[in-house]
C-alpha cells in the first residue's frame, strides 16, 4: 500500500527547501524547479487532491519562473548590447 499524503508532504518540504536555498544563478533554482515539477505529477496523479494541488503549483511556479526568465533575458539583451558595441569599435 502506498502512503500518498505522506509523498505530498515530502514534495511540498522538498519545494520549501529549493524555495529557500540559495542558488548560484536563477537559471539553477528554476531547472530545479522543473525537476520537482516533473517528478511529482507521479505523485498528484495518484493522490485524491492531487489534480487541484497540481494546478496550484504550477500555477505559483509559472510566475517565478516567467519573473526569472525575464530577468535572464535582460541580462542577455545588455550582454549582446556590449558586444555588439565592442564590435562596432574594433571595426
Sequence with gaps: MQNWDI???????????IDSKSFSSPLNQVQSRIWLMHWSLFIFFNHDNGRTQIIDLFNQDKEEVDELCRTLEEKEDSLCTASDQFSCITI
Aim: no cysteine; net charge negative.
Design 7 to 17: 509523498a505530498l508532504e515530502e514534495l511540498n518540504r522538498l519545494k520549501e527547501i
